[in-house]
């Protein structure tokens, strides 16, 4: 089983970036899809973005395409969520996760037993 710390959340400018980072302990992370959820305040936790286990084509919600980048190095045990041109809906803790439940949509948090304890970040307008 992996455990996951997620890092570099903040506070931040609208239109600014942040790098999200997730480390993985133990020696099954290149084993799990991996993904990025979000809650904002108030609000039901979301898909932002999914990576199968060897890093090709991520998926992205709507809302972040475009401006987000996720990546992963399976020799590091590490997950990243590149956020760039912020903007104040953005505002959410983010959580990294590894997927372990395969029957239910990747974009579903269902799908996902393994979680981190979640990094803020904060987009002032």
């Known amino acids: 089983q992996v455990q996951l710390v997620e890092s570099g959340g903040g506070l931040v400018q609208a239109g600014g970036s942040l790098r999200l980072s997730c480390a993985a302990s133990?020696?099954?992370?290149?084993?799990?899809?991996m993904a990025w959820f979000r809650q904002p305040p108030g609000k039901e936790r979301e898909f932002v973005s999914f990576?199968?286990?060897?890093?090709?084509?991520?998926l992205y919600a709507d809302s972040v395409k475009g401006r987000f980048t996720m990546s992963r190095d399976n020799v590091k045990n590490t997950l990243h969520l590149q956020m760039n041109s912020l903007k104040p809906e953005d505002t959410a803790v983010y959580y990294c996760?590894?997927?372990?439940?395969?029957?239910?949509?990747?974009?579903?948090?269902?799908?996902?037993?393994?979680w981190g304890q979640g990094t803020q970040v904060t987009v002032s307008s």
């Open positions: 996760a590894a997927r372990t439940v395969s029957t239910v949509a990747y974009y579903t948090a269902k799908a996902y037993e393994l």
């Open positions: 133990g020696r099954t992370f290149s084993s799990y899809p």
């Open positions: 990576v199968g286990r060897n890093g090709d084509n991520p």
